[in-house]
């Protein structure tokens, strides 16, 4: 076991870890918010109460690490308390990189906003790779983005990644295992912000009960759906159902047709004033932006999608007589949640690669050409 790399996704709201043994689900899968004390105090931190929700930190938002004091600890925790690595006596580790993004729509803007993205992409590398070296005595490391890995959690090179996540929402064409950069697709309206408008529902319907960003999230997990599509959700609008849910601590909420809207505001984004187009139509639109024309077709009938079913019946209107898109599954052979952990997955298989065949970065590499080396040997 311990001589199996480390794979780490770690995302805005969860952390996936653990050794690289792509048939089990990771050994390790935690919320990335932490709580700062004093070392004296920590057993004094009651984990049920609200100081620590209220002086959490985030170490990644939307995808982007942020604090990288606090994501330094929370790398410490996983690596010798979570997975039992032993100083001293570190291996290999495999991090499944956020995604290189453009994220505005008018041409010389978003030429702008991909050139500054790039910048602190790059710098982000060099200083996990700096960090992994040199503080945590790495004797192996590979950085791969977290699409590409999603990809080869099913069994294939090229297909399309469509990651709904808690700070953002990525589409990502993936050709023969690079990412096609100027077709990608990002918007800054996902789990968070969908947690942010079930509270601002509640707050009117529920004035005297107080939730806070964790309660919602529990919520959220429990009474929100998707419906079948945008005719259902009118239906379902127009009935005008409340359903009560019990919190943990025995309060009792009414719930209405928020638990629907959660679902449909990525199919309908004018629902809450964002005037862009649906997420199956923006997947169309970036695939149309691939080169060669002739890799569009395979990409929009291997779509790997890591949240919900609705997407291949919507995704469907889209297609042609030529050309039908498909989700594809994972093998049968994989885990229950591949898709749920595709990312990690996905870099668990690639590990089996890349630190047997020596094509990761080494500790001499590093010594030698310094941080930046990341960019000429992670892809």
């Given at each position: ?22 048939e089990q689900d990771p050994q ?151 990412i096609q950069h100027n077709a ?58 409340v359903i009560e849910h019990t ?133």
């Open positions: 076991m311990a001589a199996e790399a480390i794979v780490i996704d770690a995302g805005s709201r969860l952390l996936k870890a653990g050794f690289a043994i792509p390790l899968v935690m919320q990335t918010a932490m709580t700062k004390a004093d070392e004296g105090d920590i057993d004094k931190i009651d984990l049920n109460g609200d100081d620590w929700k209220e002086n959490a930190v985030n170490p990644i938002e939307r995808g982007a690490i942020h604090d990288w004091e606090a994501m330094e600890d929370l790398w410490r925790y996983v690596f010798y308390t979570g997975l039992g690595w032993e100083v001293g006596n570190e291996g290999q580790i495999l991090i499944a990189d956020s995604l290189l993004t453009r994220k505005a729509s008018l041409f010389l803007l978003s030429f702008l906003c991909f050139l500054r993205s790039s910048f602190f992409h790059f710098i982000a590398r060099e200083k996990t790779v700096q960090l992994m070296f040199e503080t945590f005595n790495v004797n192996g490391f590979y950085a791969v983005e977290q699409p590409v890995l999603s990809v080869y959690a099913v069994g294939r090179i090229s297909g399309c990644a469509v990651d709904v996540g808690h700070g953002k929402i990525d589409i990502a064409p993936v050709w023969e295992g690079g990608v697709k990002r918007f800054e309206y996902a789990g968070q912000d969908l947690t942010e408008l079930l509270g601002t529902k509640l707050a009117k319907s529920n004035p005297h009960t107080k939730l806070d960003g964790f309660a919602l999230e529990q919520i959220k997990e429990a009474v929100a759906v998707s419906l079948d599509d945008s005719v259902d959700y009118e239906k379902k609008v127009a009935e005008g159902s919190l943990p601590d025995g309060r009792v909420i009414s719930v209405g047709s928020e638990r629907y809207t959660l679902g449909e505001v990525l199919y309908q984004p004018s629902l809450v004033e964002i005037q862009e187009y649906g997420i199956t139509e923006q997947l169309v639109r970036s695939l149309s932006l691939c080169s060669p024309a002739e890799c569009q077709k395979p990409l929009i009938e291997n779509i790997v999608l890591c949240f919900e079913a609705r997407f291949q019946k919507e995704v469907s209107l889209h297609g042609t007589p030529s050309l039908r898109p498909s989700v594809v599954k994972p093998p049968e052979y994989m885990p229950e949640r591949t898709l749920q952990y595709s990312a990690w997955i996905g870099g668990a298989i690639l590990a089996k690669v890349v630190f047997p065949q020596n094509q990761h970065l080494t500790k001499g590499d590093y010594d030698e050409y310094g941080p930046n080396i990341v960019h000429r040997k992670c892809y």
